[in-house]
């Protein structure tokens, strides 16, 4: 399988605990995205990353979150003291030129 | 402020009971519109982009169209299997991100 991949799928953690996730993009794409997705909405846009460069962040994307890509390939997007609020599906996303986005499998977060 | 609008929010049809769904948009530019597919707990897939007005983009029982102001997906004798979220979108801000409708929950029963 060629798609886009996320790990973990699943997390579950604490108020205040710190957590990191991973995308892994089609390898020809130079494109990354990552959204958040909450119940009975669309996905919203975080971050893009042109090769290894950050050149967008949303009003969403607060200190507490961080998200790099080294190297150009995969990315990782970490949460800081995570909220209750943080509870969302984290989507990651990957193009090539052009504009239409691939879409991994997301990673369901949960903070009790 | 770029915009997109989807319309029902939740439709309930019978197998074989043919109908459409709407989507709105307010962007300056329009640099294409996007139609996926969501399964629940999964990721959103992709199915088409139209480019212009009067496009007409099919695939199996899909097909999108676009005007100046909406895109419609008509769905034909649709089946239990097309239950699903159908999200639409559009590139904004620069084109390096998507904004997406709220989406149309699709619900087909035998």
């Known amino acids: 399988d060629t798609g886009v991949s996320q790990n973990p799928r699943h997390k579950i953690t604490k108020r205040g605990q710190n957590v990191t996730f991973r995308c892994d993009p089609i390898?020809?794409?130079?494109?990354l995205y990552w959204y958040r997705q909450t119940l009975g909405q669309g996905p919203e846009f975080l971050t893009y990353?042109?090769?290894?460069?950050?050149?967008?962040k949303s009003r969403l994307l607060s200190d507490r979150f961080s998200a790099e890509r080294p190297k150009g390939s995969f990315s990782t997007l970490e949460i800081q003291r995570t909220e209750q609020g943080d509870s969302a599906m984290y989507l990651c996303?990957?193009?090539?030129?052009?504009?239409?986005?691939?879409f991994g499998p997301g990673t369901r977060l949960t903070v009790t | 402020e770029d915009q997109v609008t989807q319309s029902p929010e939740a439709l309930r049809l019978q197998e074989g009971e043919s109908s459409s769904l709407n989507c709105s948009y307010t962007?300056?530019?329009?640099?294409?519109l996007f139609w996926y597919r969501q399964d629940p707990g999964k990721g959103p897939e992709f199915l088409f982009t139209?480019?212009?007005a009067g496009e007409e983009k099919e695939k199996e029982r899909l097909k999108a169209t676009l005007t100046k102001k909406e895109s419609f997906l008509h769905i034909t004798a649709p089946k239990p299997e097309d239950s699903a979220t159908y999200l639409c979108?559009?590139?904004?801000?620069?084109?390096?991100?998507?904004?997406f409708g709220t989406g149309t929950q699709l619900k087909v029963e035998l």
């Open positions: 996303a990957s193009s090539t030129v052009g504009y239409e986005q691939y």
């Open positions: 390898s020809e794409h130079n494109r």
């Open positions: 990353f042109q090769n290894e460069a950050q050149l967008e």
């Open positions: 962007v300056s530019g329009l640099r294409g």
């Open positions: 139209l480019y212009s």
């Open positions: 979108a559009a590139p904004t801000g620069g084109g390096n991100k998507l904004t």
